[in-house]
Nanobody
Framework: VQLQASGGGLVQAGGSLSLSCAAS????????MGWYRQAPGKQRELVARITSGGSTNYADSVKGRFTISRDNAKNTVFLQMNSLKPEDTAVYYC??????????????WGQGTQVTVSS
């Protein structure tokens, strides 16, 4: 099982970026999917998470600016980031609870993608 993230890049404050992350390999079922981020010198933190049923939760710092969604048919999770701020600068990692066989879930991580917001 692999998680392949794409998107990210450099944007000015107030701009928008979108991230996507596709799961591939031997997949029986995917439960929750999400995005985390890690800024230099800081711990990795949850940005947003979405269940297989579509329920979402967000970090307070991104509520109203970021939107997480998923395409279950394509095993893909998206993160639309609007009104970006310099403090959103970080490496963003996708995460998913995946059962390769049967309903035995493991946690998987993507490779990380850099988001840089200039002031």
């Amino acid at each position: 099982v692999q998680l392949q993230a794409s998107g990210g890049g450099l944007v000015q404050a107030g701009g928008s970026l979108s991230l996507s992350c596709a799961a591939s390999g031997s997949i029986f079922s995917i439960n929750a999917m999400g995005w985390y981020r890690q800024a230099p010198g800081k711990q990795r933190e949850l940005v947003a998470r979405i269940t297989s049923g579509g329920s979402t939760n967000y970090a307070d710092s991104v509520k109203g600016r970021f939107t997480i969604s998923r395409d279950n048919a394509k095993n893909t999770v998206f993160l639309q980031m609007n009104s970006l701020k310099p403090e959103d600068t970080a490496v963003y990692y996708c995460n998913a609870d995946i059962a390769p066989v049967g309903y035995f879930y493991d946690e998987y991580w993507g490779q990380g993608t850099q988001v840089t917001v200039s002031s």
